[in-house]
């Protein structure tokens, strides 16, 4: 196995636990991260959105809080993963069954430059928001409106406030 496939289970071994510490500790410092929700450049935003995240789901949701890899698969330059996510969104207090791919890009020190996540973003809305997501989670007005609302919390997150 190599090097960074043991990486990889170990930052899912501890998304698992929620420790976003730990996480923060396998990005590169010009780390990149884009899912359907964010898009975030360097070290500070990428790990803000994870303590962001696992802070918020301790808070509100541990009690729910389930994520499992499979698929994990490394080399030298890149790899992926397949992860599966149950969480209560703590905007809403709704369950969330998030069924998540994702790519890496890793720097010769085997830390991830780049990671790209791709969920089903309807079936994520139609969970996390209900019935707007049901009826606007294909709308890219939908999509804009969470996504500006994500980046406003990570930001206000990252100044000392909560998200």
């Known amino acids: 196995m190599h090097a960074n496939q043991r990486r990889l289970n170990q930052f899912y071994a501890a998304f698992a636990k929620l420790d976003a510490d730990a996480m923060a500790t396998f990005y590169a410092p010009d780390a990149r991260f884009e899912d359907e929700i964010f898009t975030l450049r360097g070290h500070e935003e990428v790990t803000g959105m994870w303590r962001m995240l696992c802070a918020a ?8 809080w389930k994520l499992r ?8 330059i890149s790899g992926k993963a397949r992860w599966v996510a149950d969480y209560r969104f703590s905007a809403t207090g709704r369950l969330v069954h998030n069924v998540i791919d994702s790519v890496f890009e890793f720097d010769p020190q085997g830390l991830i ?27 890219p007005l939908l999509r804009r409106k969470v996504q500006a609302q994500a980046a406003a919390n990570l930001k206000r997150y990252l100044a000392g406030g909560s998200a």
């Open 57 to 64: 789901t301790r808070a509100r949701g541990a009690d729910v």
């Open 69 to 76: 890899a499979s698929g994990v698969e490394a080399g030298a």
């Open 113 to 139: 430059r780049r990671q790209r996540d791709r969920f089903d973003f309807w079936a994520w809305s139609r969970q996390a928001l209900g019935a707007p997501g049901l009826l606007m989670g294909w709308t």
